[in-house]
């Protein structure tokens, strides 16, 4: 769907509806394109330790960082 902002004024109501069903909303400003209007996505705020580390196995970062991260974390994934 694409929406001119001045007739998302008058069409708020269907408008949310549909980004509520799943749908992206392109918002114009003089025909021009300017902003998307998506569904909010749920994450959760809390991730396992299990979680992470299968999130993050098989990435890895340069050495340089990993040594910093280290260093301000006090602790990595593989020290338990």
């Given at each position: 769907m694409e929406i001119g902002?001045?007739?998302l004024r008058n069409?708020?109501?269907q408008v949310i509806d549909a980004v509520r069903?799943?749908?992206r909303?392109?918002?114009?400003?003089?025909?021009?394109?300017?902003a998307?209007?998506?569904?909010?996505?749920?994450?959760s705020r809390w991730l396992s330790g299990a979680v992470?580390?299968?999130?993050?196995?098989?990435r890895s970062a340069d050495e340089g960082l990993t040594g910093e991260l280290a260093e301000l974390a006090g602790q990595t994934l593989g020290e338990q």
């Open positions: 902002v001045r007739d069409r708020t109501s069903a799943g749908e909303v392109v918002l114009t400003v003089h025909g021009e394109r300017v998307d209007i998506v569904p909010h996505g749920h994450r992470l580390r299968s999130e993050l196995e098989g």
